[in-house]
């Protein structure tokens, strides 16, 4: 027995170790992609419950290794939030974000919004709004198609300077919703002092569908419209979501039962011009 138990403790402080390292490997590596531009963004379609039609897409960022393959996000930006490379990668995000969206227009696709993902660390550099003018400024993107989302989390910390902030891009025209709804035990009493636009309803209320979510989830529907603030739901992977959320009057859904999110170039044949 005591062997055993030796074993499991050298097993384990080997496998923390191998997990430092992997860690280690992984900054390097994120340092190195950013050099040679190996991310890539997908797009997931968001769509309009009563007409039916796309009204923006969510910009999701991918890594493509050249050993190790695609990288999800969920793995590299706690890293590159850590080591404070997601500034100049967030950067990068959002720039890429506008020049594509506008680029789309300038095809001739119907105009549509492009929202973007945005980490603490970057809301709260003190030049955020005046760096998101200039990439407005320099793609030619009407600062209306681009939205950006902010965690529950991050509205809760900091509270005058985020709202300060977000009066800001009011200001700007940039559109704001709050992403992950419902998972940092914040209220939307409490968040009507925050200039929103709209709730994404986080997508485990969507997909564990016991009696105590649905409860939430028709709340947080009826509690944002007398808020005046539009509300999406995420996640959306089954017929009966969709008609669970049409019943409750949700008015834009985002999920894999429409679509994962893809390539840039395979969005053009998706919309119908
Ligand atoms: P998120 O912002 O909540 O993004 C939605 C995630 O849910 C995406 O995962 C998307 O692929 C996934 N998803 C969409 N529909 C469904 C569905 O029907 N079922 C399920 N199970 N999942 C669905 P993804 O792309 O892996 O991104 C994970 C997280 O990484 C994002 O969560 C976001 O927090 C972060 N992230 C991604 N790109 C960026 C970025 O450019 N910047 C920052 N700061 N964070 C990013
Ligand atoms: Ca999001
Ligand atoms: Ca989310
Ligand atoms: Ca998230």
Known sequence: IKEEGRNEYQVFRHSLKEGVKEQMQLETELHKALQHQDFELFFQPQYD?????????EALCRWF????????????????????????LGDWVIYEACRQNKLWQDQGMPKVKVSVNLSAK????????????????ETGLEPQYLEIEITETMAMSNERYIIDTLHQFEK?????????????????????????????????????QSKQNVAIVKSIIHLSHALNLKVIAEGVETEDDLKFLLTEQCDEVQGFYFSKPIPAQSVQGFIDV
């Open 122 to 137: 970057q809301f709260l550099r003190r030049q955020l709004v005046d760096r998101v003018r200039h990439i407005l400024d």
């Open 172 to 208: 700007l025209g940039v559109q704001v919703a709050l992403d992950d709804f419902g998972t940092g035990y914040s209220s939307l009493q409490y968040l009507s002092q925050f200039p929103l636009n709209k709730i994404k309803i986080d997508r485990s209320f969507i997909q564990n």
């Open 49 to 57: 419950l009563k007409t039916n039609r796309i009204t923006g897409f």
């Open 65 to 88: 290794h050249d050993d190790l393959g695609v990288i999800p996000p969920d793995r590299f930006i706690p890293l590159a939030e850590k080591t404070g490379l997601i500034l100049e």
